[in-house]
């Protein structure tokens, strides 16, 4: 009996690590990529001797990686260089403070204490709070099946009610943080799933978890180093890889997959297919009208979206002693930017800034004595409220280097390379609905409950994972999203199931 066909849409992370496990499980597996490189979001860009990841910049959750290196037979300390990064992250302030926050506990508090010295013990606190709240969400919102009402009615009702789904982010944070430095800090965290503190429901504050008291790394080379690796264990384990291949559509018969529609007029037949594209997108464009039913796709595709970006790859000339690896430039006003962008749908008057600067950890992305800056803001997803006109890019554009002006980093003057994206660039690049990072909304309290599942409801043989599918966002929960899909997928094709 030959190995039944798998196809899957889209070389994301998510797609790789289910095309991956799929194979070692015994499928064939052809993957399809739109765009001349794998990778989905994690992409990179060069120009004149810079380099800059366009997408992650963060490793968090190591142990993911480590699993899905297991299950492909080999070591992930073989295949991938993680560098633990030091400090973490740097705060910065408009009117000088400054906060670096460390892998070491202890230098945190330490760096704590010079800051807001009455909140060292609450700050404690809310790293325990975070664990103990991970220890309780790991299993039955991020490792395991889709959440639902059964999933919470199982957990034990003293650990349940940590889950605090009447309180907001901010509001939990607000119990053990007096400083607003500190509080923003916390709830910045909000934003690793394109959300605002003060409407996002606490257990996301489980975030903040994977990177206080877990750690963060940096793969030597790039985050697009990790693109690489699956690629190559991809290969290595079979998969059929094509590139410049773009699906329209998948195609259903009696309710069941039966394979997919090139753009150049080709078919591919499959026994499944795993879709590592928006859940909205497959709902919406690749699916016939009528596949599914008409409730669920106006829930993707109306259902308020995720926070988008806008980022600027800049080339500097000279060195920035201030800036570390991550830097952080804090909007004086953080409840206004996050009304801006959620209930306006505009960018921000006074926007918080990011840069990651990879040269300060791989001096080799940029020439000599310069620096690749890595700038991102938070967007609003598309929409009416704003339109990313050349006029509207330039005017942004120029916000974002008066906002570092404020922290005295205007590097205008110094510039010697520059690119601009926006969420239309985004939107078009990767088929995210409307531009947006993270799909839905996590603003909402039920929001987990919400989120595609990865085995489709309506149709036999359709797989889904990626940020818009269960377990969310972010690099580590696309590769369990992939992971999920290709079990489920490979439980139904009769395999011995990938592990």
């Not at 039944?4 to 499980?25: F, K, Q, S, T, Y």
């Not at 982010?169 to 909000?190: K, N």
Request: some cysteine; hydrophobic content about 45%.
């Amino acid at each position: 009996m030959s190995a039944p066909a798998v196809v899957v849409i889209g070389g994301g992370a998510g797609g790789l690590a289910a095309a991956i496990r799929l194979a070692v499980a015994g499928a064939q597996v052809t993957l399809l990529e739109q765009a001349e490189t794998v990778g989905g979001k994690i992409g990179e860009h060069r120009d004149a001797g810079f380099r800059w990841d366009t997408g992650p910049s963060v490793v968090t959750m190591r142990h993911v990686l480590e699993e899905l290196a297991t299950a492909a037979g080999t070591r992930l300390a073989d295949e991938l260089e993680l560098v633990p990064i030091e400090p973490i992250t740097r705060y910065l302030w408009e009117d000088g403070t400054e906060l670096d926050l460390s892998a070491d506990p202890e230098r945190s508090v330490a760096a704590i204490r010079a800051i807001a010295p009455e909140d060292v013990d609450g700050w404690r606190a809310f790293l325990d709070h975070v664990r103990r709240l991970h220890a309780v969400t790991g299993e039955a919102f991020i490792y395991g099946d889709p959440p639902g009402i059964g999933t919470v009615r199982r957990i034990p009702l003293r650990e349940a009610l940590i889950l605090e789904p009447w309180r907001t982010m901010d509001g939990v944070i607000g119990r053990y943080l007096r400083s607003p430095y500190l509080r923003q800090v916390a709830g910045r965290f909000a934003t690793y799933v394109g959300a605002s503190p003060y409407s996002a429901p606490a257990a996301l504050n489980v975030i903040a978890h994977v990177e206080l008291n877990e750690g963060v790394w940096y793969p030597r080379g790039g985050l697009r180093a990790i693109a690489t690796m699956l690629e190559r264990l991809a290969l290595r384990h079979g998969v059929t890889i094509r590139t410049g291949a773009r699906v329209i559509s998948i195609e259903v018969r009696d309710g069941r997959v039966t394979g997919v529609r090139l753009a150049d007029g080709s078919r591919l037949a499959a026994d499944a297919v795993v879709a590592n594209v928006d859940a909205a997108t497959v709902a919406g464009e690749l699916l016939a009208p009528g596949i599914l039913p008409g409730r669920r796709v106006r829930s993707l595709r109306d259902g308020r979206t995720s926070l988008s970006g806008l980022v600027l790859l800049l080339g500097v000339r000279g060195t920035t002693p201030r800036l570390a690896h991550h830097t952080i430039c804090f909007s004086p006003d953080y409840p206004a930017e996050f009304r801006s962008l959620f209930r306006d749908g505009r960018p921000a008057a006074r926007p918080t800034v990011y840069i990651a600067l990879t040269a300060r950890t791989d001096p080799e992305h940029a020439p000599p004595g310069d620096e690749n800056w890595f700038v991102l803001v938070n967007a609003p997803a598309l929409g009416p409220g704003f339109a990313w006109t050349p006029e509207a890019v330039a005017e942004e554009r120029a916000r974002v280097l008066a906002r570092l002006g404020a922290f005295g980093l205007d590097p205008d003057g110094r510039i010697a390379v520059e690119h601009v994206a926006t969420p239309a660039d985004l939107a078009r690049a990767t088929g995210a609905w409307k531009g947006a990072l993270y799909g839905r909304s996590s603003n909402e309290a039920f929001s987990a409950f919400r989120r595609a599942p990865n085995r489709s409801p309506d149709v036999r043989g359709l797989y889904l994972c990626g940020g818009t599918s269960h377990p969310g966002g972010g690099v580590p929960m696309v590769l369990l999203s992939g992971r999920r899909a290709a079990r489920l997928a490979a439980g139904d094709l009769g395999l011995s199931g990938p592990r």
